[in-house]
């Protein structure tokens, strides 16, 4: 019994190491780790967003009750670490899949919308700009779900300097293009963190809404990763000072 007890616990791990996914869920400020679940609107599932029309696309859905009413305050200029792993619980202990399995490539992206209250419940109609992507590096072929498997979850991301003072959500997805060759296909991991960004500027970046950033036909999120040597993250261009 003991025997057939730890073999179907075996095939369990092996299934769930298969079908690995990932979940933003908590943040360093200027490397200051603030916690599981501090100012992040974490998802109580790690399941995948695939339909890019849905409004579950801005910070996801279902969070771990209840939301962290924490904002983070960041200055401009500083950097926020975003922090995954494979489950909704964050770190849990040593599991080959964590952060995310290593065989689900494909891009991070980052983006900031502007907000009354960092805290409020309704995201739909914000207002959205790109502060970060990484994809595919052609040099090293490493993908940025590469680079946040060997650093542990974390990706490393820096507020605009010339951002306006004020509240924000940020919102960080990691891209899964594993089955990507047509839509849908593409499976997409984000959560939000809110944020209260001091100092700063006066800049007034272009923006883009969610859902609408992205359309099925956008080579970000229809490519077959195993014959390309080039990728464009989807979305718009990175927001500079």
């Not at 501090?38 to 996801?60: H, Q």
Request: with cysteine; proline share 8%; hydrophobic share 40%.
């Amino acid at each position: 019994m003991k025997a057939s007890f730890c073999a179907l616990a075996s095939l369990v791990l092996a299934a769930s190491s298969v079908s690995a996914r990932t979940v933003f869920s908590a943040i360093q400020v200027d490397g200051v780790e603030l916690g599981h679940g501090v100012a992040v609107r974490v998802p109580s599932a790690n399941a995948p967003i695939t339909d890019i029309t849905s409004k579950n696309l801005i910070c996801n859905s279902g969070f771990i009750e209840p939301v962290s009413d924490v904002v983070a305050s960041v200055p401009a200029g500083g950097v926020v670490a975003a922090e995954f792993h494979h489950t909704s619980a964050g770190y849990v202990g040593p599991d080959p899949s964590d952060p995310l399995d290593p065989t689900n490539k494909g891009p991070v992206l980052a983006y900031l919308a502007a907000v009354p209250d960092a805290t409020q419940e309704d995201v739909t109609g914000l207002k959205w700009f790109k502060i970060f992507e990484q994809g595919l590096n052609p040099e090293t072929h490493q993908w940025a779900s590469d680079l946040l498997f060997i650093n542990e979850g974390y990706v490393n991301i820096t507020i605009p300097s010339c951002l306006k003072a004020g509240q924000y959500l940020l919102r960080v997805e990691s891209i899964s293009l594993s089955s990507a060759s047509q839509y849908p296909g593409a499976q997409f991991f984000m959560s939000c963190a809110q944020l209260e960004v001091t100092g700063g500027g006066h800049a007034s970046p272009e923006t883009v809404s969610f859902p609408g950033a992205y359309t099925a036909t956008d080579p970000g999120i229809v490519t077959n990763i195993y014959a390309v040597e080039t990728y464009t993250p989807p979305g718009p261009a990175v927001f500079e000072c």
